[in-house]
């Protein structure tokens, strides 16, 4: 969706690390790509788990209108509950003195993330493979804190049923409920499976805890930009191959996800 606001910033939210210095790089990138379009007067990007801070961020945004959109996969505790308290948001629309504050929704609930997710799993499968004898994972997190999280995988998941594509399975799995993904081998018994990760970035979790799971790793390993080489797909377990891709969050064509979700806004909670 085109869109044009000369005269407003736009703040792209993400998560951040302590511990993994990947987490943030994709907010980053996405962030530039959007400033060199020239939609937005400034865009800029703030972290729960590093700097700048949500809080720190105000100070270095001038303009009176600023669009915030969450650089996150689901709908969940942190879009619903810990981001509107941090930012002091009460509502789609806050106004704090002389600047307004509108709150976007989360990209991972954006249509295009199902495209997205079907792209990715495409492009790392070897040419040759019969996409018909190939089972579909999408893995998530999972959490006990708000079901929207696991909602936002099984959505997906159905969303890739109902466009007819070949695939043996499309299957949800969880790092941290069920159904997990380190038991893929008898969640499917297809020859041949991809797993996508529904996560922003190539982080903590989808680099170094579920390549773990997974069985593709023994230990957890470095973070993905203080190795030379990601990963070498496909792996072998006996006589079933395993594809395991790289974040969904990485991919460039996010960028415009984020434009499309004030896009939406404008539509449906401005109009």
């Not at 929207?148 to 070949?166: C, H, L, Y």
């Not at 949800?172 to 038991?183: K, L, N, R």
Request: with cysteine.
């Amino acid at each position: 969706m085109p869109v044009s606001k000369p005269d407003s910033a736009l703040l792209i939210l993400g998560h951040g690390s302590t511990e993994n210095p990947d987490s943030a790089q994709p907010s980053w990138e996405h962030a530039d790509a959007i400033a060199a379009t020239g939609q937005f007067r400034s865009v800029h990007c703030a972290f729960w788990k590093e700097e700048p801070s949500f809080r720190q961020v105000w100070p270095m945004i001038e303009e009176a209108e600023v669009y915030v959109v969450p650089n996150f996969i689901s709908e969940g505790y942190f879009t619903r509950q810990v981001l509107p308290r941090e930012l002091e948001l009460e509502g789609h629309t806050t106004r704090h003195g002389n600047r307004t504050v509108h709150y976007c929704d989360p990209v991972g609930i954006h249509a295009t993330m199902t495209d997205l997710l079907i792209k990715r799993a495409y492009e790392i499968i070897d040419e040759g493979v019969k996409i018909e004898e190939t089972a579909l994972i999408i893995v998530g997190h999972g959490t006990n804190l708000n079901k929207k999280s696991t909602e936002a995988i099984t959505d997906q998941v159905e969303a890739i049923k109902k466009k007819g594509e070949p695939f043996a399975e499309v299957l949800d799995a969880y790092m941290e409920e069920a159904p997990f993904i380190a038991d893929w081998r008898t969640l499917t018994d297809a020859p041949t499976v991809v797993v996508v990760p529904f996560f922003i970035a190539d982080a903590l979790h989808s680099y170094q805890d579920i390549p773990v799971l997974l069985g593709i790793e023994k230990e957890i390993t470095e973070a993905a930009s203080q190795r030379e080489v990601f990963r070498q797909n496909p792996y072998h377990f006996g006589d079933r191959t395993l594809y395991y891709s790289s974040a969904i969050g990485t991919d460039p064509s996010l960028a415009q996800v984020i434009i499309d979700q004030v896009a939406y806004f404008d539509e449906h909670y401005l109009s």
